[in-house]
Each structure stands twice: as C-alpha cells, then as structure tokens.
C-alpha cells in the first residue's frame, strides 16, 4: 500500500466522531467508543444544561452518567490512538512533531532507529552514523518512510514513563499491581511482586479477550436472528393490516352496493304505489268531471230555456229537461278516493357492529380442547374449552378478543350456547344438543376460523343395550360349534354364521330365527356380504379359497385366489373391494371386487405378530392384531399411522383383539375377547365407551362383530357357542 494511502487511513481511523478532527487526548467510554477529551466534556456541559444526569454515547447510544468533576479526565485513555497520533505526528506538519529522545535538545525528530527504538534529531542522527557501535543499525528518515515503516512504528516497543526509565522497554507484568513494568521497576517498586513476562501475560489474557469475543460474536448472530424475525414479523404485521384493511373496504363496499340496491329496490317500490295511486285518483277525477260536465250542460240548457221564456218551448221540453234532471240528480255520486297512508319503516337501523381488534392473538394458534373426544349425547349438557394463543403457541388473554360459536343442527337450526369468559385465555362452551345426528360446530376468534374448524360432532341417542341371544353348542340347527366369523346382509337383514367344525354356514333371521344351511367343503373361516347380497366365503385350506353363494344357498362361482397365500379373515370395503388378512407373509392385501387384480399389499413396520382381522373406513385402514394387543391404522395408501391401544385391561387397554366393526356414528367397535367386552373408539383413537356387564359374564369371549342396517351390534361369543344381538 502506498504510504500516502496508509496515513489517509490511519488519519481516518483516528478520526473524533464528535469533532470529525484528529483526536486528541483520546478517552475510551466503558461501550470501548474513544472521543477527544474536550468533546467529551463538551457533550456532557450541554446535557447538564438540559438538566440530565447521562449523556449518550454518540456512536451507539448507551447512556453514561456524567461524572461530579465535570470531566472525563479519568476516563482511561486510548493506547492504539495515542500511538496513531504520534505516527500521524511524524506525516502532518500541522500536529505537534515527535521530539528526539536521545538528547536533551527536544529538537524535532528527522529520523528513527530500529534497532535503538530512539527517535533521533539531525546531530543525534549524524553521532549516530558517526558511532562504531551504531552505525550499521537501520535507520529510516521520516521524509522518506515506507508503509513498512509507518506499521513498525505503530508496532514499536512502549518505553516506560516512570523517571529516569524512560529508556527502558516495558518488558514486564506485575500480577499482583495489573500494571506494565521496565526492568528497572522490577527491582524499584515491584521487587517481591509476582511478574511475568508482557508477552506471555498478553497472550494468556488475549486468550481470555478471545473468548470474550467468541462469545460476543454468537450473541451477534443470536440477535442479527432476531432481527430477521422480527423484521419478518413486522413485514408480516404489515401485509396483516393491509388485508384487514382491504377486508374492511371490501366490507364497506359491498354494503354500500348493497344499500344502493336496496335503495334501487325502494324507489321502485315507491314509484310503483305512486302509479298505482295516481291511477285511482285519475279514474275517480275522470268520474267526477264526467258527472259535472253533465250537469253544468243540464243547467246551461234549462237556464237558457228559462232566459227565453217562450211559453211553447217551456211546455215541449218541460218533461224532458224534468226527467234529465231527475236522472243527473239520481245519479250514484262517486266517493272520494282516500289514498292509504304510505310510510318508511326502519325496523332495524343499519349497524355494523364493526371494529378494529389490536391483540396478540393468533386465531391460527389457537385451539378447542375437548371437542373431539367426547360422546356427546341428546340432551345431555356437553361443554369444551376454546384456548386463546399468541404467535408462539403460549396461552394469551386479551379483554377485546371476540370468540364466536355457532353449533347448528343436522336441520340446520342453531344450538344455543353458553360462553363463559375466565378472563385467563379459556372460554368453557356449554351446550345441550336437543336431538341426535352429526352437529356442525364452527368457531371463530376475531373473525378468522380456528385450525380444523368447522368440526362435525356426532350427538348419540342411546347407548347399546342388550336385546336377545340365540344358538348354543351342538351340531343341530340352530346350534354353533367352532364360529369364526359372522356378518349381517344391508339388504335382507340376514345374519350369516361360519362354523369351522360343522364345516357348515347357518343363515338366520334379523331376529335369529333359523332359516337355511350351507354345506362347505372344507372350513369357512371367514365370510361377508357383497353388495348385491351375495355371500363371499373364504376357506383358506382348500383348493379354492374364495367362493360366492347366493343367499339362498346356492354356489355361483368361484373367485381367483392366485394373490393368496394363507388367509385367514376377509372383509368388504364400501366400494366393493375385498380385504384379506394374510397369516403367511403378514400382509394386508386389497382386491378389486371381482378378486382378479392385487390392488394394494402392504404390512406394519416392525411388527411380526399375525394380523387378525382389517376393515376400512373414510380412507383408513383398520387392522387387529391378536398377539400385539392393538389395532393399527393406516392410510388409504397402506402407510402405517398409529397405533390404537395396548396390552391391558383398563379402558382402552386390550388382551386379545379380534372382530372389528364401524358403527353408523363413527365408532370403532373392538372385540377384547379375553377382556371379555368391546370397546367403542372414536376413529382417531380415543377410547369412549365399553359393552360389558352381566351378559358377558360366564367365559363370555366376544371373538366377531357385525351390525345390521338399523344400528344393532351382533356379537358372537366362541366359548359358550351363542349369538347375541345388542340395539
């Protein structure tokens, strides 16, 4: 770099930022920023004079107080400016020149030894060359330094400012004073003090310095993060009242269209009962002049003849002009037409009943506790909570909040509520459904939607109760030995029972009154109604695994099994699908109604257990597993989601799952055969209710379930070989 160049720079840096001068007698504030004594004390005579006790400093604002001395004369001064100050000394004329330290002359500086670390005047210089001992040191005249030069001179050694060692480096570091020592102080003032050598003692608190600033440098970063998202806020702030704001003006905007339409509307109507009666006045006007026309050209005929007095035309027109009159003064006088009264009724006067909400709320935050996971029955009082939350998820109370819930009817018809405010962020929503069916809940907090809302609440009418059984052990009619399966056709109400040791499937009545048997080659394991009523049958240990009958009993065909390996439970999904339970590669596997195309196989992660039994229902996948004490769930593609359940016995916990069934209020229905009850599950999970009690007692073992077009569970209990129906 140029040397010219390097002490513009210099110059730069040891610029006053108050006075934009070369600083002089620089101070240091405790925020590390140096200024010119005189500024300083500048700055701070014109804050007394406003009567304040700090200043600020003028690079980054912290506030200092001012000291009682009126002067920042203790303030520590800056070493790396006073060094710039003396090398810029040496370039500027203007400034104070260095004075030769070699002599006692005081004469200006006209050179620098390097290996003396002395300034030198013009003799000192000559004596210098002249010297044996110094004449080979580098020297360097101050008209003709170098950049080299100027940075060496900013590095050069400090000599100490005590008397009489101002020749002597500051080599040293006295631990027990923190001050920099000479030789010489070493054995003056510090002789049995601790001291270690100025390099070292740098470089171990230079380590210190550099942790310091290793840390300071990752609060930078932690804060220039906060900068970005809270510019990002305040962007996002922005664009948020803009909309709010065009949201306001669109609303404006289309009540004042709509008012204008409205008035449009009026004036017709207006104009309309105008005509109308204006037409009645015109026809009833048009009756009166036709009257009085008549009887003013009566009178003017009678007055003339009367005038004239001729005694014939008296006598030839009496009788006429006396039935004339007659016949005018007989004449129906028309009423007067009595316009009605037309008024302008406002019977509601426009009102917005608009604001502007300022809050801290963030209607995408917040939530509804409870909602989901309640059985809510008819005319039961139900309740959940509405918790308010700010952008960062923590629960925020703000007095202006608007929370608003509507619950409507399956007719459409509003439930009413209750809100009660608890004046820390939750709103308790109580409400009494009136009737059963899906409710539609919809909430709102300032205006915007809650996350998931509106939600659909199914409100249940009753609970299962216990209706009748039918069947017992044996090998007669009527009777069970071995049931695997059951299932209930939509059409007929037929109830189809699977017996693998009487290698036979009985049909019965919606009331279980026997009606037909079927005789199967080979075990039916598991069977389901079709559509069209038809009644598939799996016999997994045959040569043809799949078969169709009627529901009558007669076989129609046979169904291509070559995607099969072990089967061991079927069902049909609302589409038609076939969904078979695989035991030998653990797979679920999806069929096309006609079972010629594999459409989807799939299995649970990590899990090696048998399945048991797979349904499906609104896009999901519901699976037991009889080893694993759960029922798993997965998504329309085959993706495992969750698990639902547990090895136990308390609610929701299960030692057996088997039969699996969708109830027609979206419930979950499980078989816990060796808890010996089902247990109701909303679809996402939670468990709601259980089916236990006296008529599962005795070994009762619910093992299969199905349900009938009007809601009725029908149970299979394996150990005591019955049936029973629960409405």
Request: glycine share 4%; net charge neutral.
């Amino acid at each position: 770099m140029d040397v010219q160049q390097l002490f513009k720079n210099l110059k730069k840096e040891a610029e006053c930022p108050l006075c934009i001068e070369t600083v002089t007698n620089p101070k240091t504030l405790p925020c590390l920023h140096s200024f010119c004594l005189k500024c300083l004390d500048r700055h701070a005579n014109f804050a007394r004079r406003q009567l304040k006790a700090t200043i600020k400093c003028p690079v980054c604002q912290t506030s200092f107080q001012i000291p009682e001395t009126d002067t920042f004369e203790n303030l520590p001064s800056s070493f790396h400016l006073n060094r710039l100050v003396d090398v810029l000394a040496l370039e500027d004329g203007s400034v104070q020149s260095q004075r030769c330290n070699s002599c006692d002359e005081n004469n200006t500086t006209t050179c620098y030894c390097f290996v003396c670390q002395d300034f030198l005047c013009a003799s000192c210089f000559e004596a210098h060359q002249r010297l044996k001992a110094t004449r080979g040191h580098r020297n360097v005249l101050m008209d003709k330094l170098q950049a080299q030069d100027v940075q060496e001179l900013i590095h050069r050694p400090v000599m100490c400012s005590q008397q009489y060692h101002e020749d002597q480096p500051l080599e040293f570091y006295c631990e027990d004073c923190k001050v920099l020592i000479c030789h010489k102080c070493t054995v003056v003032s510090h002789d049995r003090h601790s001291k270690t050598d100025t390099q070292k003692a740098a470089q171990e608190q230079k380590m210190q310095m550099a942790d310091a600033v290793a840390k300071v440098k990752a609060e930078i970063v932690r804060y220039e993060s906060e900068i970005k998202k809270q510019t990002d806020l305040r962007n996002k702030n922005k664009i948020e009242i803009l909309n709010e704001e065009k949201k306001m003006t669109d609303t404006v905007e289309k009540l004042i269209r709509d008012l204008r339409e409205h008035e449009r509307k009026m004036k017709d109507k207006f104009r309309e009962i105008y005509e109308a009666e204006q037409k009645h006045h015109a026809t009833r006007l048009e009756n009166f002049e036709l009257v009085a026309t008549q009887l003013k050209s009566c009178f003017e005929r009678c007055q003339g003849i009367l005038e004239r007095n001729f005694s014939v035309e008296i006598l030839q027109t009496n009788h006429a002009i006396l039935r004339r009159c007659n016949e005018l003064l007989n004449v129906r006088k028309p009423d007067l037409y009595m316009s009605p009264h037309v008024h302008y009724l406002v019977e509601k006067k426009l009102d917005l009943m608009d604001r502007v909400v300022v809050t801290k709320t963030d209607p995408s935050k917040c939530l509804a506790e409870g909602q989901d996971s309640m059985d809510v029955k008819e005319r039961k009082e139900t309740y959940f909570v509405i918790v308010t939350k700010d952008s960062e998820g923590f629960q925020c109370y703000q007095q202006d909040d608007k929370v608003k819930v509507d619950i409507l009817t399956p007719e459409g018809d509003q439930v009413k509520t209750d809100i009660k405010d608890t004046i820390d962020g939750k709103y308790t929503v109580t409400y009494t459904p009136q009737g059963a069916g899906q409710h539609r809940v919809e909430i709102r907090v300032n205006g915007e939607l809650l996350t998931g809302s509106p939600w659909i609440v199914q409100v249940h009418q009753h609970e299962y109760q216990f209706a009748f059984q039918f069947g017992s052990k044996g090998k007669g009619r009527g009777e069970f030995d071995g049931v695997y399966d059951i299932d209930v056709s939509d059409k007929t109400g037929t109830i189809a029972v699977a017996e693998v040791r009487n290698k036979r499937i009985q049909l019965f009545s919606s009331e279980g009154k026997f009606r037909s048997e079927l005789k199967i080659d080979g075990e039916p394991w598991s069977l389901a109604f079709t559509d069209s009523g038809d009644l598939l049958t799996l016999v997994p240990r045959s040569g043809n695994k799949l078969r169709v009958f009627s529901e009558e009993g007669h076989f129609i065909k046979h169904i291509n099994d070559k995607h099969l390996d072990e089967p061991c439970r079927l069902s049909i999904a609302s589409d038609g699908r076939i969904i078979i339970a695989d035991w030998s590669d653990k797979k679920i596997k999806v069929l096309s109604p006609d079972g010629n195309d594999l459409l989807q196989s799939f299995s649970a992660p990590d899990c090696d257990k048998n399945l048991f039994y797979a349904i499906y229902h609104q896009n999901k996948f519901f699976v037991s597993y009889y080893l694993a004490n759960c029922v798993k769930v997965f998504d329309k593609t085959g993706v495992y989601l969750h698990d639902i359940g547990c090895k136990g016995s308390n609610d929701g916990q299960f030692d057996g799952p088997c039969g699996l069934v969708i109830d027609k209020y979206n419930r979950l229905i499980v078989c816990d055969s060796r808890n010996h009850r089902l247990q109701l599950f909303t679809l996402s999970g939670k468990f709601l209710s259980k089916i236990d009690g006296q008529y599962f007692k005795n070994g009762f073992l619910p093992s299969y379930v199905a349900i009938n077009s009007d809601g009725s569970l029908i149970i299979d209990d394996f150990f005591n070989s019955r049936i029973s129906v629960f409405h």
